[in-house]
C-alpha cells in the first residue's frame, strides 16, 4: 500500500495541531507507525487519501452500526441542514430523541442532551454529588469515562487509598475524591463501602469495558454494586457510552438486569455526530437546572443535526430488531475464525466478545480485569496490526481497544478478515 499524501498530511498537521490529531489514539502511538489520512468512507468501507481501501472495524469508534453513509440517515440530515445547523433553541427533535432512549431504557424516566461522552460523564458526577451532598465518588481501574478531570484519575499505592492524577493539570484536590477501584474485585468494593461508604455520592461503571479491551463485568459483581450502593444511599452510574444500544437495543444493563440510578449515553445515539447525554430516575433528573439547582449548560446540547441522525439511527434499530440477531452471528464468526487460526498458528491470545464488540489480547491469561489485560504483549499486536493493515483490514490501533462490527459488514468481507488475520498471524510468530 501508498501512503505518500497520507505522510504528507501528518507533517502538515503537526505543524498546527498537538501531535497532529485532535484526539491521542489517532496517532497510532502504540504501533509505531504514521496513520492514513481518511478521506470518505461508505457502508463497512472507509477510503483514505491516497486510494486505499478498507474493510473497517472501528467504525468512528463505536457509533456508526449501521455503517458508514446510511442512506436514511444521510437523507434526513440533508433535510434538515436546509432548515439550519443550529438554533440555540428548543426543537421537537431533541424531544423525539429523548422520548426513543426513555423508553428503550427502563431506567431512564429523563435525559439531558449534551455534546460528548465526557460531558455526560462529568456531568453525571455533579448530579451524583449535588442530589447525595457527598464528594466521593469510586470508579474502576481500566474503566475510561472521558478526561474530565474527576474521571481522570489512576489508582492510589495500596487497596484502600485514593487516587492520583493520571495527567499534570489535574489538582490533587480533585484526585483526593475519587477512589479507584479493582474491576469485578466484590471484596475490594465491599472493604471500600465498609470505610467511606457513608461518603460516597457514586460509583461509576463500564459494564462492559472497552478501553482495557473488551472485558465485561461479571453478574455477580454489577448485583453486588447495585446492592451495596443501595445499602449505603450512593447512586450507581452505568456509563454505557460505547455499550448503549451496540449489544442490545436496550443497552448493557439490560443484559444484567441492572436497574442503575444514572445512565450515560454517546457514540450510537448521535449516529456519527458528536454526541452526549445522561439520564436517570425522574426524582433524581428533576435536581438539574432549570427545575433543579444543579447547574450544566450547553450551547450546541441538543443541536439538530445530532438529534436527527440519532433518531433515524435509533429507529431504524428499533424498526429492525434483527439487526441483532445478524450482528451476533457476524460477530461470533469472526471470533470463531480468529481463535481457529491462533490454535493453528500456535499464537498466544484470549478472546473477549459481547455482542458486536470483540477483542483479541495477545496473551493466554484470562482477562478480566485492569492487570490481566496488561500481560498482553503490545509488540506482538503493533506486528499484527500492522500486517492487517496492509492487507486492508482497518483496527482500532491499540491493543487495549474494541473491534466493531457494523450492520452492513457481510459475511465474505468477515471470511476476508479471518484470512488477513491468519496471514498477519504468521507474521507475528
Not at 507533517?11 to 478521506?39: C, H, L, Y
Not at 448503549?244 to 450510537?268: E, M, W
Not at 478480566?368 to 496492509?390: H, P, R
Not at 491499540?398 to 457481510?410: G, I, K, R
Request: a neutral charge; one cysteine or more.
Amino acid at each position: 500500500m501508498e501512503f505518500t499524501k497520507s505522510k504528507a498530511l501528518f507533517e502538515e498537521a503537526k505543524k498546527f495541531i498537538p501531535g497532529g490529531v485532535n484526539s491521542p489514539v489517532r496517532a497510532f502511538p502504540s504501533v509505531n507507525i504514521d496513520p492514513p489520512f481518511i478521506q470518505r468512507g461508505k457502508g463497512s468501507k472507509i477510503y483514505d487519501v491516497d486510494g486505499n481501501e478498507y474493510i473497517d472495524y472501528v467504525g468512528s469508534w463505536g457509533p456508526l452500526i449501521l455503517g458508514h453513509a446510511h442512506p436514511e440517515v444521510i437523507s434526513a440530515l440533508k433535510d434538515v441542514m436546509d432548515l439550519g445547523t443550529s438554533y440555540g433553541a428548543p426543537t421537537d427533535l431533541e424531544t423525539r430523541l429523548s422520548k426513543l432512549v426513555c423508553e428503550a431504557v427502563p431506567s431512564v424516566e429523563m435525559i439531558r442532551m449534551v455534546n460528548s461522552g465526557t460531558e455526560a460523564t462529568m456531568s453525571a458526577l455533579r448530579l451524583a454529588r449535588g442530589y447525595t451532598k457527598r464528594d466521593i465518588i469510586v470508579k474502576f481501574e481500566g474503566n475510561y469515562h472521558g478526561h474530565s478531570d474527576s474521571l481522570l484519575i489512576k489508582a492510589g499505592s495500596g487497596a484502600l487509598t485514593f487516587g492520583v492524577p493520571n495527567s499534570p493539570g489535574i489538582p490533587q484536590d480533585i484526585a483526593k475524591n475519587t477512589i479507584t477501584a479493582k474491576y469485578n474485585d466484590i471484596e475490594g468494593i465491599t472493604n471500600i463501602f465498609d470505610r467511606f461508604g457513608k461518603d460516597i455520592a457514586g460509583v461509576i461503571i463500564e459494564p462492559i469495558s472497552g478501553n482495557m479491551g473488551v472485558v465485561p463485568a461479571t453478574k455477580e459483581f454489577m448485583n453486588h454494586l447495585r446492592k451495596i450502593t443501595k445499602e449505603y444511599g450512593s447512586l450507581l452510574i452505568i456509563d454505557e457510552v460505547m455499550t448503549g444500544f451496540r449489544v442490545s437495543f436496550h443497552c448493557a444493563q439490560s443484559l444484567y438486569n441492572i436497574d442503575p440510578d444514572i445512565t450515560t449515553f454517546g457514540k450510537i445515539i448521535g449516529g456519527g455526530l458528536p454526541v452526549g447525554a445522561y439520564g436517570g430516575k425522574r426524582e433524581i433528573m428533576k435536581h438539574i437546572s432549570p427545575i433543579g439547582d444543579i447547574y450544566q449548560a450547553g450551547t450546541l446540547s441538543g443541536n439538530p443535526l445530532a438529534m436527527t441522525a440519532g433518531y433515524i439511527t435509533l429507529k431504524i434499530l428499533k424498526e429492525n430488531p434483527y439487526i441483532y440477531e445478524e450482528l451476533e452471528e457476524k460477530s461470533k464468526m469472526l471470533e470463531n475464525g480468529f481463535v481457529e487460526n491462533t490454535k493453528k498458528i500456535g499464537v498466544k491470545a484470549t478472546f473477549n466478545r459481547v455482542g458486536s464488540m470483540l477483542c483479541m489480547f495477545f496473551t493466554e491469561k484470562k482477562v478480566v480485569d485492569f492487570s490481566s489485560a496488561m500481560t498482553s504483549n503490545t509488540s506482538q499486536f503493533a506486528i499484527y496490526f500492522e500486517e492487517m493493515l496492509k492487507q486492508g483490514i482497518y483496527l482500532a490501533p491499540s491493543q487495549f481497544e474494541a473491534t466493531f462490527l457494523s450492520a452492513v459488514h457481510t459475511k465474505e468481507e468477515i471470511q476476508k478478515t479471518i484470512e488477513a488475520n491468519y496471514h498477519a498471524l504468521k507474521k507475528v510468530i
